[in-house]
């Protein structure tokens, strides 16, 4: 099992910045962790991902230049730095973790989810 839980939601405007942080824990271990969000009234997006060990990271192309993707191995943590946000980012956002081995942009491929977050952009 793994637990997870985000925290940093909230309302900005335009241009503006907020930091996700996703805590992990339980004895499963997972070595893909991704950010995904959903749209009032539209599909879950992939946005990154980031593996534990070595830290590659994936985008998803409208968040590329924007966001940054991180962890902290020792605190079993990993985040989303988002930057110039625009009112199109707006969504619940979701960490989660993955086995691996499959399409890291790919929903189904992950197992544990945390229970979302809102983030809320103002033109």
């Known amino acids: 099992q793994v637990q997870l839980v985000e925290s940093g939601g909230g309302l900005v405007q335009a241009g503006g910045s907020l930091r996700l942080a996703c805590a992990a824990s339980?004895?499963?271990?997972?070595?893909?962790m991704g950010w995904f969000r959903q749209a009032l009234g539209k599909e879950r997006e992939f946005v990154a991902a980031i593996i534990w060990s070595g830290g590659s990271t994936y985008y998803a192309e409208s968040v590329k230049g924007r966001f940054t993707v991180s962890r902290d191995n020792f605190k079993n943590m990993f985040f989303l730095q988002m930057n110039s946000l625009k009112p199109e980012d707006t969504a619940v956002y979701y960490c989660?973790?993955?086995?691996?081995?499959?399409?890291?942009?790919?929903?189904?491929?992950?197992?544990?989810w945390g229970q979302g977050t809102q983030v809320t952009v103002s033109s």
């Open positions: 989660a973790a993955a086995a691996g081995g499959g399409d890291y942009d790919d929903p189904e491929e992950y197992d544990y």
């Open positions: 339980g004895r499963t271990f997972r070595p893909y």
